[in-house]
């Protein structure tokens, strides 16, 4: 990962590929930033002018290189936009400096060091430079025959390493937030990178092979399920959906715990590692980005590392339900019912509708444990895509001070999402003659449909907030900010910071 350094030099001393500042829409023209000063002075005072000429406006994710000026160090300067200048004594919000930082990131592709001289005032602004610097500066690199070398001759792999200028290297707060930046982008890209990885590398035995991994390596207690211990618990919705192939499924319990921690939480990830959408397969065109279909366990995967790494004063237990979907002579059928584990039954009226049967089992199982909320994370529904879009994730949740928190934190941590509610009168839709639920419901409203049936596995008493992440979890277009294409890492960010105000005692 790319290394990530505090210096109290200026922007003009530092030896770098690139010194990066800030520029922003000023009324009629282009405005330096602040911490580009030292740059500015190089240039005469005119590096707005000269920006001016070169086309630059300042508009968000702009980028703008040009030769150094005698006096700096970098042979290159690349002014990236901020957007409009804030309001007299406002600073720039902290999403503003990472998605800077991070399409800087992106430009400095193969370099060896960027020095970044965006304005940082304070410790946390200090944090969101790093974090979308870092974020910025990922590529997916799997040398193992199965996935594109990122060293190869069309890609020199990402910025080798970012250096915050004019910091505080030894003051306390910057330093807790260079650190907190790099654990948590470090597991963001853990998340991307098994998001990225093809369905015929990471099976569901692979990735929970990689849970234990990853456990051994920071002190997290894991037990695996395998096919055989699954049928001996119940586990009628896994099992049902991995039924048809040749991988068999896995239900991974990843927990870290500390000694003084006063709030537990329960996460849980959908782990379908890939959806062919079973015997009610899926149309060609749907198929191709299918290996993404286990992004919320990545993401439930990454938090818990995320949250050991950084020694947070709380007990989280992820919950990762993993299964491929696939067709075949011993496939569930639509029309089949299966016992859930704790005995509700479910009709499946449609196997593509498998990632809340795996959901279910393990909200069930993890509501054993009486944790003090239940947070579960899905590439759910296309629905909810159809709602908000491609950058937006749904939040559902059975109380709806919860919901608040949810969103709340997933703007602050920088991650766009939308409360959605949970009609009642949607419940009837999910009826059925032969099971005590069906699978399908209402098509209009399917992702608010879905959340309601989650919901009816969620045990009387316990705080439940449901994600749907099928929007932002995997980019198909082009990069922006600090957001790559392919897997995204979304939700990390989200529950990383879900944990942090848990430890602190606040949960909503």
Known sequence: MTVLTLSTSSAAALRADAVVVGVAKGAKSPVVAAGAEAVDKAFGGKLAAVLETLGATGAEGEVTKLPSASGLKAPVVLAVGLGEVPAK???????????????????????????????????????????????????????????????????????????????????????????????????????????????????????????????????????????????????????????????????????????????????????????????????????????????????????????????????????????ENMPSGSATRPGDVLSMYGGKTVEVLNTDAEGRLVLADAITRAGEEKPDAIVDVATLTGAMVLALGNRTFGIMSNDEAFRTTLHEIAEEAGEQSWPMPLPSDLRKSIDSPVADLANMGERMGGGLVAGIFLKEFVADGITWGHLDIAGPAFNESGPFGYTPKGGTGSAVRTLVRLAERAADGDLG
């Not at 990735?207 to 990853?214: K, L, N, R, S």
């Not at 439930?300 to 993993?322: D, E, P, Q």
Request: overall charge positive; glycine content about 12%; hydrophobic content about 40%.
């Open 89 to 323: 004594g406002d600073g720039y919000d902290a999403e503003t400096l990472r998605r800077a930082a991070g399409v800087a990131s992106r430009a400095l592709s193969g370099s060896k060091k960027g020095a970044f001289a965006l304005p940082i005032g304070s410790a946390a602004d200090a944090g969101a430079v790093a974090e979308g610097a870092l974020l910025g500066a990922y590529a997916y690199d799997k040398g193992n025959g199965n996935g594109k070398n990122a060293k190869d001759k069309k890609n020199n792999g990402p910025l080798a390493e970012v250096a915050l200028v004019g910091t505080k290297p030894r003051d306390k707060e910057y330093k807790a937030a260079a650190d907190r930046a790099t654990a948590l982008v470090a597991e963001v890209n853990r998340a991307r990178d098994l998001i990225n990885t093809p369905s015929n590398v990471l099976t569901p035995a692979a990735f929970a092979a990689e849970a234990v991994a990853a456990a051994k390596e920071h002190g997290l207690k894991t037990e695996v399920l395998d096919e055989k211990a699954l049928k001996k618990g119940g586990y009628g919705g896994i099992l049902g959906v991995g039924q048809g192939s040749d991988a068999p499924p896995r239900l991974v319990r990843i927990a870290y715990t500390h000694p003084k921690a006063e709030k537990t939480l329960a996460l849980i990830g959908k782990g379908i590692t890939y959806d062919s959408g079973g015997i009610s397969l899926k149309p060609a065109g749907h198929n191709e980005t299918m290996k993404c279909d286990m992004s919320g366990a990545a993401a439930v995967f990454a938090t818990v590392v995320a949250a050991a790494k950084l020694g947070l004063r709380v007990n989280l237990t992820g919950w990762l339900a993993l299964a």
